[in-house]
């Protein structure tokens, strides 16, 4: 993409959050082609916040009491589609606190909490507990990186939901995981 002029630019900044508002400074910068404090200065200009922000309103906006299993707080990500007892995806942005500070990269019990909550937020029960994980770490996780995890239930049983969890940075698979989740049989 050739470089803008400033309301042009703002225009594009505009339309290219609307279409994915999960794009972070970075990415945004690099589109555009203009410095990361270029992308901030827009952002105040337009009044957009940052993408943590956008994440949460997007997520407050979508599941306002759907959720039995968990607590909005205990959901480790932010939900961003959720159907009880079919299928869901969820955001993790790694942040410092997620990694190691010698090398950057995400340590793992982060990649696996964004999906066994997720796993769990899509039972259909407020009862839900994680009986078994077979877990698969297939691709480094750095600082920044946003994971995207979708799960689907695979296989339904009186006491257990069997839930398969892809993520994936960038569109390529970075961890995988089938989790069995016990849940009520008898919703009293």
């Known amino acids: 993409m050739a470089k803008l002029k400033r309301a042009e630019r703002l225009e594009k900044f505009k339309e290219a959050l609307q279409e994915n508002p999960f794009l972070t400074d970075d ?104 009986t078994a994980a077979n877990v698969f770490f297939d691709k480094q996780v750095k600082l920044g990186d946003n994971v995207i995890a979708k799960a689907k239930v695979t296989e339904t049983t009186d006491k257990y939901i069997q839930v398969s969890v892809e993520s994936f940075v960038n569109s390529e698979l970075v961890f995988h995981a089938t989790f069995e989740i016990y849940h009520r049989t008898d919703k009293k």
């Open 27 to 130: 990415q945004l910068a690099q589109l555009f082609q203009v410095s990361i404090q270029t992308i901030r200065l827009d952002r105040n200009i337009l009044n957009i916040p940052q993408l943590r922000e956008r994440t949460k309103e997007v997520a407050e906006k979508s599941f306002n009491g759907e959720i039995k299993s968990l607590e909005s707080e205990e959901v480790i990500g932010q939900l961003l589609d959720v159907e009880t007892g079919v299928s869901g995806i969820s955001l993790f942005l790694i942040e410092p606190e997620h990694v190691f500070k010698r090398n950057y990269i995400a340590r793992g019990h982060y990649l696996f909490a964004q999906a066994n909550s997720l796993a769990i937020a899509i039972v259909d029960d407020v009862l839900a507990l994680t």
